[in-house]
């Protein structure tokens, strides 16, 4: 059953008139297994189609011969190469043309305005930058200084205005923007020979001199996270203050010393 079906549901050139393999089969019963009726309509016969698309390829070739050869005539762009900014000379004018003169003069005008205008702008944006400067540094210094007085108020030794010199700016910039700024600065003043070694860095490599700052910072970072932990754990030991006839603060005896009391 299946294979009778499958031959009908497949047609291969249908005629126009419905006799050949597009029409249904008198001799099968009218429903699902019939063919069905051929609509001309619908159909493009393949000579034409053929022609068509062999027509449509000619014309897309002749186009696209077109194109090329309409482009190749178009004038390419040059490009043009940056001139050097120089000043006009006279031998490039003709003084004998009418008006020649007028338009030197004009263009050496217009060159000695370009050339002052980029002069000021550049000393313009250098004396930005150097205020911009100075008013981080200000800045940093200042918040050193607020450091620096709190740190004085636990530590009466320190002295907040002793001048240690590092040999360069960035180092010395390194030890003010750091939040143990005045911690660095009471060190170095009671370790000498530190000094010594991070200027010698900061000769040799500057970059390696602010890593050292940075370390400096880092064991004071550390020390100041430990200090609450010690804190906590010291208030949170065993200690006989809570017995009755006992000092306060003594450690407390042991579950094995308090067996061997009691067991002698």
């Not at 062999?54 to 070739?61: A, D, H, L, P, V």
């Not at 390696?208 to 910072?217: E, F, L």
């Amino acid at each position: 059953m299946h294979s009778q079906n499958f031959k009908h549901l497949f047609h291969l050139d249908p005629a126009p008139d419905g006799a050949a393999g597009g029409a249904a089969d008198s001799s099968l019963p009218a429903g699902n297994d019939a063919a069905p009726a051929f609509d001309a309509s619908k159909f493009v016969p393949r000579e034409e189609l053929d022609s068509l698309r062999s027509e449509y390829g000619e014309f897309r070739q002749t186009a696209e011969q077109r194109f090329q050869d309409y482009d190749s005539r178009l004038p390419k762009p040059v490009k043009e190469e940056a001139k050097a900014d120089v000043a006009p000379k006279a031998a490039d004018y003709d003084f004998n043309k009418e008006g020649e003169f007028e338009r030197f003069m004009d263009d050496r005008a217009a060159y000695k305005f370009n050339q002052e205008f980029s002069t000021r702008e550049t000393k313009y944006k250098e004396s930005q930058r150097e205020q911009s400067y100075k008013e981080y540094v200000q800045s940093t210094q200042d918040a050193h200084a607020e450091r620096a007085d709190q740190f004085r108020a636990a530590n009466p030794d320190y002295d907040p205005n002793k001048s240690i010199l590092l040999g360069n700016d960035q180092v010395a910039l390194a030890v003010l923007k750091s939040p143990y700024s005045a911690h660095i600065h009471n060190y170095l003043q009671k370790n000498p020979d530190k000094v010594a070694e991070i200027r010698k860095l900061a000769k040799s490599d500057p970059a390696d001199a602010v890593m050292t700052i940075g370390m400096i910072a880092a064991q004071f970072k550390a020390q100041e996270t430990a200090v609450p932990q010690k804190q906590k754990a010291a208030g949170t030991s065993t200690t006989v203050g809570g017995f009755p006839n006992k000092s306060s603060g003594t450690r407390a005896k042991s579950d094995q010393e308090i067996y061997d009391e009691w067991h002698k």
